[in-house]
């Protein structure tokens, strides 16, 4: 099941924002062609503590009835990027760029349409790069040469962004508790309790990547906590908060933990509001992970865990 899964994972991320010709899906194609589903650009986003690998390929158009198979192979292009595009080029140590010289050879089986050839990336070098997190590292890949009847000109290289992703980085929902402590004193009667009616994004923590593994969290707009923003560093299960300019000081209380299991966190901080000086907040919650979006595609709570299986 998980490697099921996995296949239709990594088929649904590749297809997802391409444009498949109708054309070329014709079965009565008298030629068969190579392209690029993607005319100019897609993103592959890898994820901190998942491995961080993804595939590149290209697409064969023929007839539907052919039962033979079909070789691409690809070449990476180490000409400069046009400074215009707002890219720049991977450096090469980055990823198995070794493995791929002079061409990268793949086989599309009889019945298939993709020729796939995987890139890894070498994680110390990459996530210790700022710019690895902006989207603007590309590979430039082209068709060098194929069995294929013909490579469609117009459609014969791309540009594959890369960039990461930090493992917790998504959409959460909540339970909390909020105390008001002024002059030292609970005012039990101004404990709030915060429960999510339904699943909007109003109702939920966003937590999005800053560094490997950093996070910043951003209170739910329906939340007490409403304009509350800090970091977060979560390795493993140990989680701790990094509060910066701008952002809201919060004071650690009690256990604060992250499950990578369930992918629910434990949070229990301290914080003061800038206006009122002398009270303070108590926070007590369970962040409940929803969400989060790769490449476009959701994947939910339900879905992640099935792959954990």
């Known amino acids: 099941m998980k490697n099921t899964i996995f296949v239709l994972l990594a088929l ?31 993103t592959r986003t890898v994820i901190v503590g998942e491995p961080l690998t993804f595939k590149i390929g290209a697409a064969v158009a023929y007839d539907a009835t052919h039962a033979a198979k079909y070789t691409i192979d690809y070449r990476i292009s180490t000409f400069p990027i046009a400074a215009s595009t707002g890219r720049v080029a991977l450096p090469l140590d980055y ?31 990459f996530l210790s790069d700022p710019l690895s997190l902006t989207g603007k590292y590309a590979i430039p890949v ?26 917790v ?43 490997p593994y950093t996070v910043e969290a951003v209170s739910p707009t329906a939340a007490f906590t409403v304009g509350s923003r800090f970091n977060l560093t979560v390795i493993a299960s140990t989680l701790t908060y990094v509060s910066g300019t701008g952002q809201t000081f919060v004071t650690p209380e009690s256990t604060n933990s992250y499950n ?20 303070i907040y108590h926070v007590s919650a369970n962040w409940i992970f929803r969400n989060r979006m790769v490449d476009g595609i959701n994947q939910t709570r339900a879905y992640l865990s099935a792959l954990n299986k």
């Open 260 to 279: 990578p299991k369930t992918r629910d966190f434990t949070i229990n901080y301290s914080y003061k509001k800038t206006a009122l000086n002398d009270t």
């Open 142 to 167: 082209i068709i060098a040469s194929t069995s294929c009847d013909t490579i469609d000109q117009a459609l014969d290289s791309v540009m594959v962004l890369v960039k990461y992703m930090a493992g």
């Open 95 to 125: 990823f198995n760029y070794n493995s791929m010289t002079p061409t990268v050879k793949t086989t599309v089986a009889s019945g298939e349409l993709l020729g796939l050839f995987p890139v890894m990336l070498d994680s110390a070098k």
């Open 12 to 42: 649904g991320i590749l297809l997802s924002g391409c444009k498949y010709s109708d054309e070329y899906l014709n079965p009565h194609l008298d030629k068969s062609k190579a392209y690029f589903a993607s005319p100019v650009m897609y």
């Open 169 to 211: 980085d998504g959409y959460y929902l909540y339970n909390s508790t909020i105390k008001k402590e002024i002059g030292g004193a609970i005012i039990d009667s101004k404990t709030v309790a915060d429960n999510y009616p339904n699943e909007s994004d109003a109702y939920c923590w966003r937590l999005t990547t800053k560094g």
